[in-house]
């Protein structure tokens, strides 16, 4: 083999390897741009889920507060207006039935108050629960005697965060059909399915057309974006009559 033979090789191993570190080197910098894209995209999704978990507290607070507020007004109020009635009667011509009944009556009234305390409580987030909270809930709407509602639950080993969004979620869509369909019946169903949690809401309203703009408001975009933030899928589909809401999300996430 004569010298310009062996430039020729030396020059084509050269330009080979040459290449191949080239090629490395652009599969790395690919590889650390799809990284940094895919850091970047989590850091959103985590900043858009922080900014979604304080929107929730405050409007779960506020909510809170309404309630509260109504309970004491209308029913811890008549409780002690009762009581008062009761010790009045009392005073005027002493009967140990009615002080009993006026006592047991302070009592519950005290009992709702130490009830409705919890959710004012500065820890309620580490304290929340979405299986306590969906039944306070239904308690309430069926208190008014105007629709039932009933629901059917399993035990959650959620993060009480992703609890305290999947509640809102599942609130919002009762309170659409509430507002919207005007049912006299709600059916809230929860089962476990290979991980997922499973929840069905079911009413017997008149329904609506997801398709119609006029009903794509705030609730709707809300449920989807909340459910979308934990990593699960919402849809919608006509009853016969009314709507059902189906809602599966990821346990862990």
């Keep these: 083999m004569d010298l ?12 080979f390897l040459l290449l191949v570190a080239v090629g490395i080197i652009s599969l790395l910098l690919v590889y650390q741009k799809r990284q940094l894209r895919y850091q970047f995209e989590k850091q959103q999704l985590q900043n858009q889920y922080s900014e979604e978990l304080l929107k929730t507290r405050i409007e779960t607070q506020e909510y809170t507060l309404n309630t509260v507020s109504r309970e004491i007004h209308d029913n811890i109020g008549q409780l002690l207006n009762s009581s008062k009635l009761l010790i009045g009667v009392a005073q005027r011509a002493p009967q140990p ?4 009944t006026a006592a047991d009556t302070l009592a519950l009234a005290i009992q709702e108050l130490r009830s409705l305390s919890k959710s004012l409580n500065n820890e309620w987030l580490e304290q929340f629960s979405f299986t306590e909270n969906l039944e306070a809930e239904v308690k309430r709407i069926n208190a008014s005697n105007k629709i ?24 919002e869509a009762f309170q659409n059909a509430l507002k919207h369909g005007e049912p006299s019946h709600i059916h809230i169903t929860l089962r476990m399915v290979n991980g997922h949690l499973h929840i069905d809401i079911t009413d017997d309203g008149k329904g609506f057309d997801l398709q119609d703009p006029a009903r794509q408001g705030f609730g709707i975009t809300n449920i989807k974006l909340r459910t979308a933030l934990l990593g699960g899928t919402v849809q919608w589909k006509a009853g016969h009559p009314g709507t059902v809401v189906l809602i599966q999300i990821p346990i862990t996430g």
């Design 4 to 15: 310009a033979q062996e430039i020729y090789i030396i020059v084509i191993a050269s330009v």
């Design 148 to 171: 039932r509602m009933t629901v059917e639950q399993v035990p959650l080993t959620m993060p009480k965060d992703r609890q305290l969004v999947l509640y809102r979620i599942v609130q």
């Design 97 to 100: 039935d009615t002080l009993q």
